[in-house]
């Protein structure tokens, strides 16, 4: 591959108030490395390593918002409190000093356990109904009041990241976790206004919480919303099997306030409905954009062999061509691109790709998820 044609992935982009040096995000990846919850300079040290490799968008880890059981694992940051907001004010000062830019996933885990920890939050667990999944119960079903506060609670996170100096904000909608319960009739059993027997009546509560996000943070503070087809419970679960669910799930979500979707799905180059336009078809980002007219983002094994939940059972993959990607981008499919597990093991994996040095791109080792490289 020449380097002329890396060119899609290094064009500027600017949405609002953003605007990126590239195309190229990295990909939130939980790291689980926040005593007590509140982020430090390694955290911060391993952000700006990004930053100055020129990763056009940081999305951080998940960052839970404030309520009793948002987060499934005592390293998981908080993005509440004193303490917390002043580790992450460290973490943007850093980047936005080494020239990136870079926005919080903000995050509830709803019922979902840690598949690497036993711990479980001393408060009790919530979630639209009381299910982790399908006819799986964990934990109780949220109550009204539950639910104004957690809406509330996710509007304050963007609106301290829009405080603090961050360039964008990313709500966590996506891979079973609370969002995305709400979404899955599977696990939303509720008799009230935030189910129903359609996607777009079961996405009134991603709607609502948009909408005070929104409000929080103003017009021009682009919002982020990182939405999954597959479940961690369930990895061929879909919300939307045609083109018109989809619309009706997602276009009432950009109508609430999202700017960007982050479509995330396991191998982005996987076609999202080939019975329509074959093998080599549209991807989730690229209906996404399609059927919204909003920016997308995609991901999945960007640069690697294998997917990123294999690498949880130890799974190392290899350096692979970027030439499906390329030419996906070249098309306009979709606006931007996540890497995840290569960025994770090598910091420097953006300029080495800009810089046409693949000899020393590093392969992903299951090992590091257990250091801040």
Known sequence: MSQSSLDPLFKSFTLKSLTLKNRIVMAPMTRSFAPEGVPDANIAAYYRRRAESDVGLILSEGTVIDRPASRNDPGIPFFHGEAALAGWQQVIDEVHAAGGKMAPQIWHVGAVASFLTDWTPSHGIESPSGLVAPNTPRGAAMTDEDIADTIAAYAKAAADAQRLGFDTVEIHGAHGYLIDQFFWGGTNQRTDHFNGATIKERSRFAAEVVKATRAAVGE??????????????????????????????????????????????????????????????????????????????????????????????????????????????????????????????????????????????????????????
């Open 220 to 373: 021009d503070f682009p919002i982020i919303l990182r939405l999954s087809q597959w479940k961690q419970q369930d990895y061929a679960a879909r919300l939307a099997t045609t083109p018109q669910a989809m619309t009706d799930w997602l276009v009432p979500l950009v109508e609430a306030g999202v700017d960007i979707l982050h479509c995330s799905q396991r191998r982005f180059w996987e076609a999202e409905f080939p019975e329509l336009d074959g093998e080599e078809g549209l991807n989730f980002a690229g209906w996404a954009k399609k059927l919204t007219g909003a920016a997308t983002i995609s991901v999945g094994s960007v640069g690697l062999s294998g997917d990123f939940m294999a690498a949880f059972g130890g799974e190392s993959s290899q350096p692979t061509s970027l030439d499906k990607l390329v030419k996906r981008m070249e098309k306009d499919e979709f606006d931007l691109i996540a890497v995840g597990r290569a960025l994770l093991s090598d910091p420097r994996w953006v300029a080495k790709v800009r810089d046409g040095d693949r000899e020393s791109l590093k392969p992903f080792n299951a090992a590091d998820l257990g250091e801040l490289a």
